[in-house]
């Protein structure tokens, strides 16, 4: 049950000072004698010592210290359902308009994935949560790999793929200690993540994600913008004082090319939405009418963007594309 695939064994370095792993009963061990538990054949990946970013961090190593797979939910989810963690996150994991969706799903809302074909290539998420994006990218022919520092969101991604019939590996880590060895992944992407972080988290993220990405390989974040409609009203309810906890981190343009200029190579952004952080056209038919249009109106401007990229100084939501050049 908790012996990992030797392949995914291979995949894997420790945390910290990256030096490779190997299995020992429940634990996967470095040379240096760091120890992270497998839990139910996921390993639990984080730096305990380490301020979390996100509290489920914080509950998923307490899982791992205490050992006890048994306290932890069982789910059986029957063919059609829809699995019971998603059902309750869809709020959180999706945004604001998903909110009404809470407990009533009937599909798995997978959105489309802005990216060309994968042919194989390989695929990191960070934060992938149940893994809508790593659907996605495999519907797309990309070899994906998601990470999350929730036991319990990696464990309903595992269990969704294969409800769906998905290839996909996830393990419990964090985009600030990636357990994988340098240029190991094509692609990099994350989505409605690093907005939560501290400033100073995302620019460990991004070196991590620098590293880990091939030469030539390309990091996609969505990001949002300080200058955006809906944004701005935002920072305006809370008088624009500094983001406390898990609240949005709003960045300018400006700073964005320059820090996954400096950390990974040469970037540009381009406009994922406007007003919201954000719904997805592929999600029109789960939102209810006062909602669609507003989706509609942002996938016109998004369009129109391509074209006049004026338009991007006032959207809500960005892609950030960072290539790494050697
Ligand atoms: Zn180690």
Redesign the pocket.
């Given at each position: 049950m908790n012996s990992l695939a030797p392949e995914l064994l291979e995949l894997l370095v420790?945390p910290?000072?990256k030096?490779p792993l190997s299995q020992e009963n429940d634990f996967l061990v470095?040379?240096?004698?760091?120890r992270y538990r497998v839990i139910e054949g996921i390993p639990i990946l984080l730096v305990s010592e380490a301020r979390q970013t996100h509290i489920e961090g914080g509950r998923s190593l307490q899982v791992a210290e205490d050992g006890d797979a048994a306290q932890l939910p069982q789910f059986v989810v029957g063919p059609g359902e829809i699995d019971p963690f998603v059902a309750n996150a869809i709020g959180a994991t999706n945004g604001s308009l998903y909110q009404h969706l809470v407990g009533k799903l009937k599909e798995y809302p997978i959105p489309h994935l802005r990216l060309a074909r994968g042919s194989g290539a390989s695929f990191l998420e960070i934060g992938c949560n149940w893994g809508r994006w790593c659907i996605a990218a495999a519907r797309l022919g990309y070899q994906p790999v998601g990470i999350d520092p929730s036991l319990k969101a990696i464990r309903a991604a595992r269990r969704v793929a294969q409800q769906l019939g998905i290839r996909a590996v996830y393990l419990v880590a964090d985009g600030r200690y990636l357990p994988f060895p340098d240029t190991a992944f094509d692609q990099v992407f994350s989505y409605s993540v690093l907005q939560h972080l501290y400033k100073n988290d995302v620019r460990s993220v991004l070196t991590e994600i620098c590293r880990v990405l091939h030469p030539g390989g390309e990091a996609r974040v969505q990001m949002p913008n300080v200058f955006g409609v809906r944004c701005l009203y935002h920072q305006i309810r809370r008088g624009f004082r500094d983001a406390s906890d898990f609240e949005v981190r709003y960045w300018t343009m400006n700073e964005l090319l320059a820090t996954f200029g400096e950390l990974i190579g040469p970037a540009q952004v381009s406009v994922d939405g406007y007003f919201s952080l954000n719904a997805q056209i592929s999600d029109v038919r789960f939102l209810p009418r006062r909602y669609r249009a507003l989706v509609y109106a942002s996938e016109g401007l998004r369009r129109l963007s391509e074209s006049l990229h004026a338009l991007v100084y006032v959207a809500d939501s960005l892609y950030v594309t960072a290539s790494r050049q050697n």
């Open positions: 420790c910290r000072e030096q470095c040379p240096q004698k760091h």
